[in-house]
C-alpha cells in the first residue's frame, strides 16, 4: 500500500501495509535509525517519536495513523547539521552511556519543556519515568534537562 509521510520536514512515499508499526517503517522503509526498538509494548520509551508536536511510542503506533501529521524523529531535532541545545545537553551532563534509550529521552524531554518551561527536578524525573535507562542513574538526564530549561 502507498503511503505518504512527513518526516523531519520531508515527503517520504513508501509502500507498506498500514498497520505495520512506524517505528520499523523509520528504521527499515526511511532508513532513519535513530529511533530505537526496546520491548515493543510502549513501556521503555526507546521509541519516542513527536507527531504533529506530540510524544508517540512508535513502536505501537500503526503507520496509517501518522499519514497526513508531521511526525519528528530523534535525526528532525538538528537544524542544519548543528545538535539540539537538548542534544548537546546531554552530551554535555553525559547523559547517555550506551545511548541506546537517549533518542527517546531526548525526545521526551524536548516534549516536557514545550509544556513546562521551568520544571523543578521531582516533575523532570516524574515526566521521564516512562523512559528507562538501565546505564546512567538518570543524573546527567535530569542536570540536561535542567540545563535546557534555565537557557530558555
Not at 528504521?27 to 510524544?55: M, Q
Not at 508517540?56 to 495513523?65: D, E, H, K, L, Q
Request: net charge positive.
Amino acid at each position: 500500500m502507498g503511503i505518504k509521510l512527513n518526516i523531519n520536514g520531508k515527503s517520504h512515499d513508501v509502500d507498506v501495509e498500514a498497520e505495520k508499526p512506524l517505528l520499523w517503517v523509520l528504521r527499515e522503509n526511511v532508513e532513519l535509525t535513530g529511533t530505537k526498538y526496546g520491548c515493543g509494548i510502549s513501556k521503555c520509551g526507546a521509541c519516542t517519536v513527536h507527531i504533529d508536536g506530540k510524544p508517540v511510542r512508535s513502536c505501537n503506533t500503526p503507520v496509517a495513523s501518522a499519514v497526513g501529521k508531521k511526525i519528528t524523529t530523534i535525526e528532525g531535532l538538528a537544524n542544519n547539521g548543528k545538535m539540539h541545545p537538548m542534544q548537546e545537553a546531554f552530551k554535555k551532563h553525559h547523559g547517555l552511556q550506551c545511548g541506546f534509550c537517549t533518542p527517546g529521552m531526548v525526545m521526551s524531554a524536548v516534549d516536557l519543556l514545550q509544556k513546562n518551561k521551568n520544571p523543578t527536578e521531582q516533575e523532570i524525573r516524574d515526566w521521564l519515568e516512562g523512559n528507562i535507562c538501565r546505564c546512567t542513574g538518570y543524573q546527567g538526564i535530569v542536570a540536561a534537562v535542567k540545563e535546557v530549561a534555565s537557557k530558555m
